[in-house]
C-alpha cells in the first residue's frame, strides 16, 4: 500500500508565505515525478508546479516567480514553497505522485488535500 500524506495548509493574509509538504511511504521502488496541483471552488483542478526524478521543474504561469517545488528524495518528499501570495491562490492543494512500484509498472497516487486559503 503507498500513502501520499499532505501537510502545512492554512490562512494568510495576501503577501504572506506558506510551505506545504508531500510525503510518500510505502511499497515503491521509486518515484518518478510528484506535482502539486489546486482547485477553487466552482474552477476545474489545476496544475501548479512539478518536478521529476532528475529535479527538472515546471510551473503554471500564475505562479511562477512566486512558487518554488523541490524534493528530498531521501525522505520521499516533496515541498511547495509559496510566497507573494494572493488572495486568488486560495484553494485546496493536492500531491500527486507517479510511482514506480515492483515489475517496473507506474501507478499514480493522490494525497487528501490541504486547504490554502488567502484573505486580503
Known amino acids: 500500500q503507498v500513502q501520499v500524506v499532505e501537510s502545512g495548509g492554512g490562512s494568510v493574509q495576501a503577501g504572506g508565505s506558506l510551505r506545504l509538504s508531500c510525503a510518500v511511504s510505502?511499497?515503491?521502488?521509486?518515484?518518478?515525478?510528484m506535482d502539486w496541483y489546486r482547485q477553487a471552488p466552482g474552477k476545474q483542478r489545476e496544475l501548479v508546479a512539478g518536478?521529476?526524478?532528475?529535479?527538472?521543474?515546471n510551473y503554471a504561469d500564475s505562479v511562477k516567480g512566486r512558487f518554488t517545488i523541490s524534493r528530498d528524495n531521501a525522505k520521499n518528499t516533496v515541498y511547495l514553497q509559496m510566497n507573494s501570495l494572493k488572495p486568488e491562490d486560495t484553494a485546496v492543494y493536492y500531491c500527486h505522485a507517479n510511482i514506480r512500484k515492483l515489475l517496473g509498472h507506474l501507478y499514480d497516487y493522490w494525497g487528501q488535500g490541504t486547504q490554502v486559503t488567502v484573505s486580503s
Open positions: 510505502g511499497s515503491i521502488v521509486s518515484i518518478n515525478a
Open positions: 518536478i521529476i526524478s532528475s529535479g527538472s521543474t
